[in-house]
């Protein structure tokens, strides 16, 4: 199935399921902002905890906070994202959609890697065994002319999006006969730098001064917080705090789902360590976050990272990890190596000292800082599109499952009475109610047993117990498992033990720690 098709049923998918609504959808809805449902804000809650446990339960030194989205409006100077949070836009004049001109000549690049791949890929074929990629990719006539342009436009691009030069970047688009995918005209207008902060007025006077934002990032909220969190805290260098908070950017292009949201959540953490040591803790970060992705079980091929060639002023290193979407390798989060740049801005805006005295150097220094930041909703939606599975039945019939890791999954287990009558539903209510206070439990009497598990398919629900005739005499229930299928007998008695190692987070924070 082509992987557009794909796309379009898991977002159908997530609406008829209850993970993912349109917001305001009796309304028509309302641009790139998505309401979690039912299912949905269990899968989110669960990545939170995922994320929150693997900070401060395995880090003693990371600590966590929950600071305000409205914060002074000198913050958003001080941390650049008044004069530099914009990204560069342009019109078609013939369909009227807007484009990120970025995005435009990026996916152009995307083009040109797909073109070479293709090159790779039928040589490949061809030569079968034999075949030396990197060979085939330093002395191919075809993939070198393709990789020659690219290094051209890139580095052109590069250097546009460094220089500000709106007018070359619109040149480049030109350039490279890139059309509206609308209109599939060339009608271009200028490109403008958009800020993309959302400003709304705090208090009843509305005159400049009671401007306020939305917070686009939640690390701010951090950095202005460091003192108080390493005072109160006695904390000591190394260290870190981490947040969860909702974050609001006004994003040109509102694209795939919930990728690109104009309301989103993010986890931050930033981490405080001594100047001259922060390229190590980089590598020490950028290494364990990916374990973390990687713990989940989607399959270590689907990640990769991106590491930036141009870097933030602030930056001394950066990278993404991407996963790998149904529209492609996409960011699903950022390390960053930020300098001391945060909190010096900060004390410069504020004429307050946030300088940490580190008693075993004995002298006082701006810490440096690493910053792994990660977006909730895209980790969902690589978890949705990761776990989503069509399978063919030997009996014909198909099935789609959710094949979600059983800690992150929104229901532990359905539990089903055969039948509505001779007791089983009252013992099926009996077992609900021992494994509820520890379980999202469903108990799903309707239907015959074969459409009751396709629904817990539909949902990711790891198992399904049934009752039957023969549990009131062995006090023995069928447990039947989401991914294989398969059926067991098991004692009430050890239900609990059972699920509970199954569904816990431990195995998943084991491998994260080996
Ligand atoms: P992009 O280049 O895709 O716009 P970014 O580099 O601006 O992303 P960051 O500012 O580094 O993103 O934000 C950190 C994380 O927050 C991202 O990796 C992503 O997971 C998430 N994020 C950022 N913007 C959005 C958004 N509009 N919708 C959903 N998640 C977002």
Known sequence: MAQEDVFKKLVSHCKEYG???????????LGAVYDYGQMGVELKNNIKKYWWDSMVLLHDNVVGIDSAIFMHPTIWKASGHVDAFSDPLIDNKDSKKRYRADVLIEDHLAKIDDKINKEVDKAAKRFGESFDEAQFRATNARVLEQAAKRTAIHERFAKDLNDANFEDLRELILECEIVCPVSGTRNWTDVRQFNLMFATEMG?????????????????????NFLNVQKSGRMKIPFGIAQIGKAFRNEIVARQFIFRMREFEQMEMQFFVRPGEELEWFAKWKDLRLKWHKALGLGDAK?????????????????????????????????HSRTDFDLSSHEKHSGKKLQYFDPELNKSYTPYVIETSIGVDRMFLSIMAGCYKEEKLENGESRIVLMFPPALAPIKLAIMPLTKKDGLPEKAHAIMDSLKF?????YDEKDSIGKRYRRQDAIGTPFCITVDHQTAEDNCVTIRFRDTMLQERIAIDSLHSFIAEKVSFKSLFKTICE
């Open 19 to 29: 993970f993912v609504f349109p917001s305001s959808e009796i309304y028509d809805g």
């Open 204 to 224: 009843a006077a509305a005159d400049a001064s009671s401007k306020v934002y939305l917070r686009p990032e939640t690390a701010q909220g951090i950095f202005v």
């Open 303 to 335: 990640y990769r990272y991106h590491d930036h060639e141009k870097l933030a002023h602030y930056a001394n290193a950066a990278t993404d990890i991407e996963f790998e979407m149904p529209f492609g390798f996409k960011e699903v989060e950022g390390i």
């Open 438 to 442: 520890d379980f999202k439990c469903q």
